[in-house]
């Protein structure tokens, strides 16, 4: 059954979700009339120029991708997500929003460092984006490293990484696109992990530029080239 479609007003610009579940950390935001984690992604679209390319790594039903594609500059947004599941409100999501159909490629794959495969382990009945991939080489979902999802030419401005704990792995197979492209990265980190992930950065000449806090156990960190 298709689910009900809800839409409001944002910078003068009309934006629709399907809604699957109200009660979805992500989705209920979507009801009330609004983006989950919108002061991130203002920040994210000051830093955005003309012409760039997005990748939103774990787009879940999409949030983020569609922000980038209505409400930046970016030419184009790859939304990558490894939930078959998910994907396909992803997908649905980008369909009803016309400037997200025209911009974003979507890409049903999990990310790592290198190839493989792996479970999904879901999350809470509310809250779709705590779904995880655990490795394992028999099981259904691939797992490549973004190196190689990224289209030659592309001018990668920004990458943002929601990898439910795979963030340093998904680093570590985008060594290319850090130096190649230097974006702005936007990675989040559990409590307990963001000296591994600094650390990790630091290598490549990166430097912490901001956080954000949306609760207690997690918060998205802001990194930029030096």
């Not at 991130?40 to 983020?64: K, Q």
């Not at 980008?94 to 190839?115: D, F, H, Q, W, Y």
């Not at 879901?122 to 490795?135: A, E, I, K």
Request: aromatic share 6%; proline share 6%.
């Amino acid at each position: 059954m298709e689910p009900p479609i809800h839409q409001f007003l944002y910078r003068n610009h009309l934006v629709r979700f399907a809604v699957w579940n109200p009660n979805d950390v992500v989705q209920r935001v979507h009801v009330e009339g609004g983006f989950y984690e919108i002061d991130d992604l203002e920040y994210h679209r000051s830093l955005i120029p003309f012409g760039a390319t997005v990748v939103d790594v774990g787009a879940n039903v999409g949030n983020h991708s569609v922000y980038y594609a209505c409400f930046t500059r970016a030419v184009r947004v790859i939304a990558i997500e490894a939930c078959p599941d998910c994907c396909k409100k992803l997908q649905r999501n980008i369909e009803i929003n016309p400037l997200a159909r025209k911009k974003c490629l979507t890409i049903n794959s999990g990310v790592g460092e290198k190839v493989g495969r792996a479970n999904l382990r879901r999350g809470p009945p509310n809250n779709l984006g705590m779904t995880q991939l655990t490795l394992d080489d028999s099981g259904p979902i691939e797992i490549v490293p973004l190196d190689s999802l990224i289209p030659e030419g592309s001018a990668v401005t920004l990458i943002k990484i929601d990898a439910e704990g795979m963030e340093p792995a998904v680093l570590r197979g985008a060594v290319r696109a850090l130096h190649e492209h230097r974006p702005v990265l936007s990675v989040e980190c559990r409590v307990g992990r963001e000296t591994e992930i600094t650390q990790l950065l630091d290598e490549h000449r990166y430097r912490r530029e901001r956080t954000f806090w949306h609760h207690a156990a997690v918060r998205n960190l802001v990194f930029v080239a030096e």
